[in-house]
């Protein structure tokens, strides 16, 4: 059976009779739960969230959607990172223009960081008016499956993983693969979402990032060793990336674990300290 011819406005009223029918959190939820790795968030003109996936809710350090809801990135993320996801977010709702495939670094509940690939769109009203925000967040990850149908990108990745210390080019990861530059630029674009290059400035940083909370090594020797050239260089990857300088990221972290420490024993910090 064929179904009965509708205007535009016939159209708009049955669309919005059955979602009003709906009962909330059904709609994206459940297909969004079932996609490792792929998370959604709404946002309303405030940016408080007003829904998630349950996986975005957990990633962010929330124990559910629904206790994120009225929250904001404040409540969950360095105030270095939340300012600037703040930034976006009024970007997109002031401009009605979207962002599409940021790639951002983010920290992972253990410290760590990881990478998403986020896309921001703007909500309207009925009457056009701009209401808020709606995103998709993609975990980018390296693991076996990523490279089931192309071997070469794994040999890259190893290669890049054990000489980052090294000073070495994209035709340099290029030749361990087996395939030309342009290739490579391609082939790192459709699995990662970034470039030769930006990857291997990933796995730099990260290596920065874990000798700035793990050890007291003066900024200039983390540098070189994490093969950023030297400590200007390494500042303004992180300026870049993080929108903090390396010190102020070594800073955030002694606060946090001291602020951990004083509240699970005051009296030994206390006594530590004096």
């Given at each position: 059976?064929?179904?009965?011819?509708?205007?535009?406005?016939?159209?708009c009223k049955l669309q919005s009779e059955f979602l009003d029918h709906l009962r909330p959190g059904q709609l994206l939820e459940g297909l969004f739960n079932s996609i490792p790795g792929v998370f959604y968030f709404v946002k309303d003109l405030e940016s408080r969230f007003m829904g998630s996936s349950n996986g975005f809710a957990r990633t962010i350090g929330a124990a559910s959607a629904q206790e994120l809801i009225g929250k904001m990135d404040h409540d969950y993320s360095p105030d270095f990172l939340a300012d600037a996801f703040y930034a976006d977010d009024q970007?997109?709702?002031i401009s009605g223009k979207a962002i599409y495939d940021q790639v951002e670094l983010v920290p992972s509940a253990d410290g760590s960081l990881d990478w998403l690939c986020t896309t921001k769109v703007p909500l309207f009203a009925s009457d056009g008016s701009i209401v808020g925000l709606a995103g998709i967040a993609r975990l980018i990850r390296d693991n076996d499956a990523v490279y089931a149908d192309h071997p070469e990108m794994h040999r890259i990745v190893d290669y890049a993983r054990t000489h980052y210390r090294k000073k070495i080019s994209v035709?340099?990861?290029?030749?361990?693969?087996?395939?030309s530059v342009s290739s490579q630029e391609r082939l790192f674009r459709k699995i990662f979402g970034l470039t030769p290059l930006m990857y291997l400035r990933k796995i730099r940083l990260n290596a920065a990032c874990a000798m700035l909370r793990d050890t007291l090594t003066d900024l200039a020797p983390i540098a070189v060793e994490c093969g950023l050239s030297d400590q200007t260089n390494m500042t303004r990857a992180f300026r870049l990336e993080l929108k903090i300088t390396p010190l102020k990221?070594?800073?955030?972290?002694?606060?946090a674990r001291l602020s951990n420490r004083k509240s699970l024993?005051?009296?030994?910090?206390?006594?530590?300290?004096?």
């Open positions: 059976m064929k179904s009965l011819p509708l205007n535009a406005s016939e159209l970007a997109v709702m035709s340099d990861m290029a030749k361990v693969g087996g395939v990221y070594r800073r955030r972290f002694q606060e024993n005051p009296a030994r910090i206390q006594h530590s300290v004096t």
